[in-house]
């Protein structure tokens, strides 16, 4: 089985300071891990992920997760906010032993201030 | 390169009747997955779709059943609807010979049940 724990329902920043989402991951298979992105009235854009080999990734939008197997994570973070980074995002686990079926956590909605 | 399409936009409906949802994957892609997403939810799995079989379900009802063509679409039924089912209609297309673990989703068909 497995499960996403993102902690934070919501989080504030401010325009230029950096961006930390968490999130920590259950899996009994080896994981692989993804974080999206949702737009108000939009469907989910893919981020970025990991699969296997290097465990800092780096996503679209200036992102970066990295792959903490001894802590079950995959921590999101930006160094600088925009204000267009206003949105929720989901981090989600699968794997080819789970048939690579998603799934999400509950989400985090992040707001800029300007 | 046409993403991942979803038909109709929005739709409302009423306690006990029938819907059909629509989906096209992305192009080259050859399996759908389908994903209910509550408001202030994240997605939850519903089930996939693979050389035209269901290859894996989540938990969800008898009355959800889905379908896919030999052009690889994809439609998802909902039967005798309940107030509950009102959410956002997640369709995500992959490629099994490809990188089947990352799914990509189109912008979503939202359901109200009245």
């Known amino acids: 089985a497995q499960s996403v724990t993102q902690l934070g329902s919501h989080v504030s920043v401010s325009e230029g300071a950096l961006v930390l989402l968490r999130c920590n991951y259950s899996s009994s298979v080896p994981p692989y891990l993804f974080w999206y992105v949702q737009y108000p009235n939009q469907g989910l854009q893919l981020l970025l992920k990991y699969t296997t080999g290097a465990t800092l990734v780096k996503g679209i939008n200036g992102f970066e997760a990295e792959f903490k197997k001894s802590e079950t994570s995959f921590h999101l973070t930006k160094p600088s906010a925009h204000m267009s980074d206003a949105a929720e995002y989901f981090c989600?686990?699968?794997?080819?032993?789970?048939?690579?079926?998603?799934?999400f956590g509950g989400g985090t909605r992040v707001l800029v201030k300007p | 390169d046409a993403g991942v399409t979803q038909s109709p936009t929005h739709l409302i409906k009423t306690r006990g009747q029938q819907v059909t949802l629509r989906c096209s994957p992305k192009?080259?892609?050859?399996?759908v997955s389908w994903y209910q997403q509550a408001l202030g939810q994240g997605p939850q799995f519903i089930f996939q779709?693979?050389?035209?079989?269901?290859?894996q379900r989540g938990n969800f009802p008898d009355r959800f059943s889905g379908h896919q063509f030999p052009n690889y679409s994809s439609e998802l039924n909902v039967n005798a609807l309940l107030l509950g089912d009102s959410a956002l209609y997640l369709c995500a297309s992959s490629w099994e010979r490809g990188s089947g673990e990352t799914q990509y989703f189109g912008p979503g068909t939202r359901l109200l049940v009245l």
């Open positions: 779709y693979y050389e035209e079989e269901e290859r």
């Open positions: 192009s080259g892609h050859d399996t």
């Open positions: 989600a686990v699968s794997g080819k032993a789970a048939g690579n079926k998603l799934t």
